[in-house]
């Protein structure tokens, strides 16, 4: 009995210094509004960039902040293909994959607000008219939605790379504060947070008009596959939490 008293006391020792932890981490964060305008400004920053591989590397961090923001996958699962796991179709992205810890299905279009950042990474500074024939041969060819500039994928932790170079953090809290942000402040809500963060580069701002809302709920229903998972269920789907 005292060994399990010292057992009980250890754990919950353990989980107070855990929690604000993560609430730090959240904070330093500043929530979904503040990791999509940085996205934003990185995806209009790359414009300026004068070779290949600076360029693409502002895209990649821009595409791999906003996808992790607003889809909910793990690292491990960001790992993604054109024409298997992204497809274009009807004037918009399709996502099509599952998650490698329980197979559950991530099927359906991708929020708007990502199409953007996914053509930019297509494009890599030419002219928006190729967009169409870049699309139909990254869907023919398979392509990796991550590509270094010298056409090599990154490492595999990629996405978690960039979020602890720009947050210190891991896509955990990310995931967090959005579901946090859907439960707090509703559909139109998250509507409008979208809107302004697009609204920070005029060339998004002019193809994002009108899509907030819709945006919206897409990212609501993508987020129900996050809403199932336990506090212990994320931290484990997550390893990157605290790595």
């Given at each position: 009995?005292?060994?399990?008293?010292?057992?009980?006391?250890?754990?919950?020792?353990?989980?107070?210094?855990?929690?604000?932890?993560?609430?730090?981490?959240?904070?330093?964060?500043?929530?979904?509004?503040?990791?999509?305008?940085?996205?934003?400004?990185?995806?209009?920053?790359?414009?300026?960039?004068?070779?290949?591989?600076?360029?693409?590397?502002?895209?990649?961090?821009?595409?791999?902040?906003?996808f992790t923001m607003l889809v909910p996958l793990r690292v491990q699962d960001t790992v993604l293909n054109f024409g298997t796991n992204i497809v274009w179709s009807d004037e918009e992205y399709w996502i099509d994959t599952r998650t490698q810890k329980t197979q559950a299905p991530v099927y359906g279009p991708l929020p708007h607000f990502l199409a953007p950042f996914i053509d930019a990474i297509l494009l890599q500074g030419r002219a928006p008219s190729l967009i169409d024939d870049l699309r139909t041969e990254a869907e023919e060819t398979r392509r990796l939605l991550f590509l270094k500039g010298n056409g090599k994928p990154p490492m595999r932790n990629f996405v978690s790379h960039v979020w602890r170079a720009h947050f210190n953090t891991g896509t955990h809290i990310a995931r967090t504060r959005v579901h946090d942000a859907l439960g707090k402040k509703g559909i139109n809500g998250v509507a409008e947070a979208l809107a302004l963060c697009a609204q920070r580069d005029p060339r998004t701002a002019l193809y994002y008009q009108t899509r907030g809302l819709a945006d919206a709920r897409r990212v609501q229903a993508l987020d129900t596959l996050a809403a199932e998972f336990s506090e212990n269920e994320m931290e484990e789907f997550f390893p990157d939490l605290d790595a």
């Open positions: 009995e005292p060994s399990l008293r010292k057992y009980v006391k250890r754990q919950n020792h353990t989980t107070s210094r855990q929690i604000p932890r993560k609430e730090n981490k959240a904070r330093i964060i500043g929530g979904p509004k503040a990791v999509l305008s940085l996205a934003v400004d990185l995806l209009a920053m790359a414009r300026d960039e004068r070779t290949v591989t600076r360029r693409m590397t502002r895209l990649n961090h821009a595409l791999a902040l906003a």
